[in-house]
């Protein structure tokens, strides 16, 4: 704990009420989400105020985290490196002040996450700091795009990186900044509009913290946090304690991109359980250097990976507090690409690709510790789906915009005891993330979205399923539309264990008017004239187990509602189906199924 | 004796489990009935509720209805039948390359669940087979991209015809900006299959977003059948049974309109009685003068319902979800804003494989019903526990009405027991015990999400089954004062006579602050204006009511994506040119208040235009109880109760013997004929002047001790 903590007035009234304690993390986790809803429904760029891609965060003052309530974990899990370099660089924090921060060399996730900084003094002691990072939707690379998958380094790539610049004093904004980044950034006014919302809703979370402080004691309820963050600690570790001991290594490998990575990239990880210790470890030492392109992940990411893969790949939820995570260690490398990326390396898509791949692969690795545990891999990368457009829009006066699309989501892995989540969209979200509406897409940028869909027999076959991926088919409506998009999973789908299957590769077309397809590389930056579309598949989730064992009557409703094909009820899960699917007369036949299933086992 | 001129108003609430009756006169509680509901034939209960209340004023059903004024209805069917899967088989037709939209909803997973890799996704409203893809498209300005197909649709519904579906949901992409298509399969839909129920998402819900349209839209569709013959047969019933007054339904935004409106919007039903337990707790704490924030809870048999009323306000919310929240079915309309769980007095206790207790959601519901009711129920619920424990009076259930078997609830308790290794009385204690936990985890999840604090608030315990278990749940939550109506046992049924004539008509109209279309907007709040009043017309009906008015209106910075609404500062059309700056004005405001800034170099974008109406029936000063108190009351009983590890000597005291200002201490249990009060140890109650009880429950319990002989009570 730092002095902060221990500041004389925390020291006068030891007493916890566990049922306050309570109280005062539910109400923090109020504070949160009222935090995070009024940036959502107050800023104009779709990206936030569409599919939540912003994340806020209550830290005590030293950055033990409070809330994530609401929020993605892979924006949260580093910011305790963030709150650190703020008080690195500014040991004298003051009401009223706001900091910017998108260091990723320095405890940001990747630039495009802005996030804002605000501290909370009461009494003189600095109490408390609030985070709100939200994905922009441009921040003045060298392209239109928030994904420089080609930056040779970071100044190929572009951006300005604050570094806990202080972009607010006494409630009111250093012109200066505003002024760098409205020369600087795309869309300069939709930006400064999201900024604003940004700080509106950072300054009601202070006003929250600060009504709560004024009612329970700022001190109390910091007492009260450490005794939550400690009782989290002790949940986490009587939950590993219960946990088998093993070790297990895994390793995937990111798709190739021809001049970038002509081989893909190794993703590498140890997992160790150690129930006696309570600990569990994620060594992922041996990965290799950073390359001179954008997908190298950031020491935030890379933490918030391997956590994200620990805690999805324990057989039963924690309670999580500030205390949740002392007990998973997780070691890392200098100037590796999945460990801390140096300075000048690029980490511009730190927040998706290897990131997607680190996370599968720390959860694959339990699995191979012991059934139970642990998941397949989910899907990977962004394909069209999650393309970022730009363009001009003549229905508004020829108006620029850019916009990161949320629009169709790969599928989620399957576990010992569930079929993959739907709307999973990778390991960094988990499924957190909100979908566009079809609507609003169309009401704010010139775009037809023709269908999304799911796609039968997708999803990696098993005693439990992983997700279908879906299919997504758009185009420009007017004018040339620019398109940026870093799938994965194409070449290297997400694999399965314990005999489930891959999930189904992504895969990519440009559409010409006349309906002929080309193939679309993973790594793309190309321009869709009017006419042309752009026809993306994501990713099924992995499978786990083997599918003969998958149970015939799930097999049979995997078909009716379209998850499943019935040629693959047959060939893959070995289920013997009779009738017929549109009259509603379709069902299997128990014996012939048993048979069919031990001829296919022989 | 009813004074002829005296205004006599019916209200009927139908639960899960049952249904319950409250009769004003001129606006004073005069009696409450109840009745099982029974699922074979919903009127009988109906009637059962009425008859029960008409007995205690000396009437038969039939005169009663005869005198009365008005009725109003409320009930549950509807979210029953839809969380029970029992609603109609329905299609939904959707624009081509559209047929998951109800499968993905609008992604994102329940909060607690960050990191949670355990839970499967559920399928579609209406499953992958039962939809179908329509070949047409509008564009987001209204255009037409692809023309619509009639001999498609033709065939489509014919094929529809043919596999026998009872209702159709149309939900097409766009059209809101453009209802042509739409319009056109209606027509196709008449042809068709006439006869057959249909919604079309521009008339039911005109808002951009192609999955709350369609959600609320297949919602709508599957519950018209089933509606319109449940809601059809009362009123049939009603007529025959004398009745000519108007007759009024319950919506899920806390008010009432006519059942003809009702049976055409069904969807409007979802909350419909739960809706109304908010509005009786405000009228009860303004009654006691509490002032500050109310959560109000409803323990019925079947589920647990929670409100709140903060800052004087019903809260509510226009995102509803049935079940889990970003993967249950989103209801998208103005609705009070109600936490449901399956427990209740029917909550069935069970023992599990690996030897753990659990309480719920499967409910016994009335029909068999607990075990203690005698009528073939076999597996043991929370009300079995309660009268194990003593906490019930076997002859005065139900105000004597049902003879309580306790017997056999006693065997099945054990049965559990035995598996669990502990006694029947700890059994016992350990179901109510679980319930509560339940119940109170509903209440935080609720309260201080919102950032209500339960403790500083005044709780309000409505239903049959509140008063078994409010004690331990107030005192967990740390509750200082509760308030527990005399009619707890009927809350909303109460509320329902409290509430107004409401309807809300809203219509999207884009246009901004710098090209301020007056004229258009005008229009749309002229033919708002119109539907308000045709409301009015109809809903006035024989009955007199003041009649309010306001305006409102969505709005957004350019750019935005989500509206702030907002109360504008006109009185209907004839908006000008020169009110912009007072609507633009009004509209930063209402966006300080939400989102604490405002942007005032923007332009101000309004979406849509809402008109609401009010009728206000309420027209009583009073809900004094009607009887007669008998001073210093003997306990109708003295029983053993188990309370903790103690049995106790345990008064049992009819509520109406019990005058304003007495003062009863735990432990006794408070009867009426539609509730039961346990009040532990460590609680003492205090009869309001209204004749509600308050109950202190914890730290303040200084006063009596307890004395069994004396019936407990201090006047």
């Known amino acids: ?602 | 004796m009813i004074a002829n001129e005296s205004n006599v108003c019916i209200s009927v609430d139908t639960g899960g489990t049952f249904t319950d009756a409250v009769v004003t006169i001129d606006g004073t509680i005069a009696a409450v009935g109840k009745a099982p509901t029974t699922y074979g034939g919903l009127v009988d209960g109906f009637f059962g509720a009425v008859q029960d209340a008409a007995k205690s004023l000396s009437l038969s059903r039939d005169e009663l209805f005869a005198r009365a004024d008005r009725l109003v209805y409320g009930t549950t069917h509807t979210v029953n039948a839809y969380v029970q899967g029992k609603t109609a088989k329905t299609a939904l037709l959707i624009t081509k390359g559209f047929a998951d939209t109800l499968l993905f909803r609008e992604g994102g997973r329940p909060q607690e669940q960050t990191f949670e890799f355990n839970v499967p996704f559920p399928g579609p409203y209406i499953p992958r087979l039962q939809t179908f893809e329509i070949d047409e498209r509008i564009d987001a300005e209204g255009g037409v991209v692809r023309a619509l197909d009639e001999s498609e649709v033709r065939d489509t519904l014919r094929g529809i015809k043919r596999e026998q579906f009872e209702a159709i949901a149309v939900a097409l992409i766009w059209a809101p900006s453009n209802h042509a298509h739409e319009h056109r399969i209606g027509e196709l839909i008449e042809e068709e299959l006439p006869g057959v129920a249909y919604t079309l998402s521009h008339r039911l819900l005109p808002i951009m977003r192609e999955y709350r349209r369609a959600s609320v839209t297949a919602l709508d569709a599957s519950l018209k059948p089933l509606v319109e013959e449940s809601l059809g047969a009362v009123e049939e019933e009603v007529r025959r049974a004398g009745f000519s007054g108007p007759i009024l339904l319950c919506t899920s935004a806390g008010g009432v309109v006519p059942i003809d409106h009702a049976i055409t919007h069904p969807v409007y039903l979802m909350k419909s009685g739960p809706a109304m337990a908010p509005v009786a707790a405000r009228r009860y704490a303004e009654l006691e003068q509490f002032r500050g924030d109310v959560v109000v809870v409803d323990t019925g048999g079947t589920t647990f319902d929670v409100g709140m009323i903060q800052d004087g306000e019903i809260a509510q919310s226009r995102i509803t979800w049935m079940g889990p929240e970003g993967i249950g079915d989103l209801v998208a309309m103005a609705t009070v804003n109600i936490k449901s769980i399956g427990s209740g007095g029917g909550s069935i206790a069970s023992v599990d494989e690996g030897g753990l207790l659990s309480v719920g959601p499967r409910s016994a519901g009335s029909e068999p019903g607990p075990i203690c009711y005698g009528k073939g129920g076999t597996e043991p619920t929370v009300t079995d526990a309660a009268a194990v424990l003593g906490y019930l009076q076997p002859d005065f259930f139900f105000g004597g009405r049902m003879t309580l078997e306790v017997e056999p609830a006693r065997q099945a308790i054990a049965k559990l027991g035995e598996r669990l290794g502990t006694s029947v009385p700890q059994t016992a204690e350990g179901i109510i015990r679980l319930a509560s936990e339940s119940m109170i985890d509903a209440i935080h999840g609720l309260t201080i999400n919102a950032g209500i604090d339960p403790r500083e608030s005044v709780l309000v315990a409505g239903g049959g089954a509140a008063g078994i278990n409010i004690v331990p749940i107030a005192r967990e939550l740390g509750v200082k004062k509760v308030i527990v109506p005399r009619h707890a046992g009927v809350l909303s049924a109460v509320g329902m006579q409290y509430s107004d004539l409401t309807f809300r008509s809203e219509q999207a109209k884009i246009t901004n602050s710098v090209a301020f279309d007056a004229e258009g907007v005008n229009e749309v709040l002229t033919a708002i204006d119109e539907r308000l009043d045709a409301f009015a017309v109809k809903a006035s009906g024989e009955h007199s009511a003041v009649w309010e008015r306001e305006y409102r209106a969505e709005a957004r910075y350019a750019g935005q994506v989500w509206e702030v609404e907002f109360k504008l500062p006109i009185g209907g059309h004839g908006v000008t040119q020169e009110d912009v700056g007072r609507l633009v004005e009004s509209f930063h405001e209402a966006h300080q208040k939400q989102y604490t800034f405002v942007d005032r170099d923007s332009a101000v974008e309004f979406i849509s235009w809402v008109g609401v109406t009010r009728g206000i029936l309420d027209i009583s000063n009073s809900t004094a109880p009607a009887g007669t108190w008998h001073g210093r009351p003997e306990p109708l009983a003295i029983r053993k109760c188990h309370f903790g590890s103690v049995e106790i000597e345990t008064p049992i005291l009819a509520m109406d013997d019990l005058p304003a200002g007495a003062i009863v201490a735990g432990p006794a249990a408070l009867v009426s004929p539609t509730s039961t009060l346990v009040l532990y140890p460590d609680s003492v109650a205090r009869v309001t002047p209204h004749g509600d009880f308050v109950l202190t429950v914890g730290e303040d319990t200084s006063t009596p001790v307890n004395h069994p002989a004396e019936g407990n009570v201090h006047v």
Request: net charge negative.
């Open chain 1, 1 to 602: 704990m730092s002095e902060t903590l221990e500041s004389p007035a925390t020291r006068t009234d030891d007493v916890i009420d566990p049922i306050l304690a309570t109280v005062i993390s539910h109400r923090l986790n109020a504070i949160n989400r009222e935090m995070n809803d009024a940036l959502m429904h107050s800023a104009r760029s779709a990206l936030i105020s569409v599919a939540r891609d912003m994340s806020g965060a209550l830290m005590t003052a030293d950055g033990t985290l409070i809330s994530l309530a609401n929020s993605l974990p892979i924006h949260i899990l580093g910011s305790h490196l963030q709150v650190e370099s703020l008080r690195r660089h500014h040991p004298t924090l003051r009401n009223g002040d706001a900091y910017l921060h998108n260091d990723p060399y320095e405890g940001c996730t990747h630039p495009a996450d802005f996030t804002l900084l605000v501290p909370v003094v009461i009494d003189d002691v600095h109490c408390f700091t609030l985070t709100l990072l939200a994905h922009q939707a441009d921040i003045g690379n060298s392209q239109p795009t928030t994904y420089m998958f080609d930056a040779k380094d970071v100044y190929n790539e572009g951006a300005l990186i604050f570094t806990a610049t202080q972009i607010q004093r006494d409630y009111e904004d250093v012109e200066d900044i505003i002024r760098m980044c409205r020369k600087r950034i795309r869309a300069a006014d939709q930006w400064y509009a999201d900024y604003r919302a940004m700080i509106g809703a950072i300054r009601l979370g202070e006003q929250r913290i600060r009504e709560m402080s004024e009612r329970f004691g700022a001190q109390t309820i910091l007492r009260h946090l450490k005794w939550m963050a400690n009782y989290g600690d002790e949940m986490m570790g009587a939950a590993i304690r219960e946990l088998p001991a093993g070790r297990a290594e895994y390793e995937v490998r990111h798709d190739p991109a021809p001049g970038l990575m002509p081989d893909g990239f190794r993703i590498h990880a140890a997992v160790e359980i150690d129930p006696k210790e309570g600990k569990i470890i994620v060594d992922l030492t041996d990965n290799d250097d950073c390359m001179p392109n954008g997908l190298n992940l950031s020491e935030a990411t890379t933490l918030a990976g391997a956590l994200i893969g620990v805690m999805t790949s324990l057989p039963k939820q924690v309670p999580i507090t500030g205390g949740s995570f002392r007990r998973i260690e997780v070691k890392m490398r200098e100037g590796a690409a999945v460990g801390k990326a140096a300075f000048p390396h690029s980490a511009s898509l730190a927040t998706t690709n290897l990131l997607y791949r680190l996370i599968g692969a720390v959860q694959c690795a339990f699995a191979n510790i012991a059934y139970g545990l642990g998941s397949g891999a989910g899907a990977s990368g962004m394909s069209a789906a999650w393309g970022v457009i730009s363009g001009h829009d003549r229905r508004f006066g020829d108006r620029f915009y850019v916009n990161q699309l949320f629009s169709a989501f790969g599928g989620g892995p399957a576990t010992a005891r569930v079929d993959g989540w739907i709307n999973f969209g990778g390991g960094g979200v988990n499924g957190m993330l909100l979908r566009d509406s079809i609507e609003v897409v169309e009401s704010k940028y010139p775009v037809r979205i023709e269908s999304v869909r799911i796609v039968p027999g997708s999803g990696g076959a098993g005693k439990f399923r992983g997700a279908p991926g879906q299919e997504i088919t758009y185009g420009p409506r007017f004018s040339e539309m620019e398109l940026a998009v870093a799938a994965d999973g194409m070449v290297h789908p997400p694999a399965g264990v314990h005999g489930g299957h891959a999930g189904g590769a992504a895969q990519m077309f440009v559409v010409a008017p006349d309906g002929s397809e080309k193939p679309l590389p993973g790594l793309s930056l190309l321009a869709l004239d009017a006419g042309y579309r752009v026809r993306s598949i994501d990713n099924g989730g992995g499978g786990y187990g083997d599918p003969l064992d998958r149970e015939p009557a799930r097999v049979l409703a995997d078909v009716v509602e379209g998850y499943e094909t019935a040629e693959r009820a047959r060939s893959i899960y070995g289920v013997a189906l009779v009738g017929v699917l549109e009259e509603n007369t379709l069902r299997f036949l128990p014996e012939e199924t048993v048979s069919l299933r031990s001829s296919m086992r022989g």
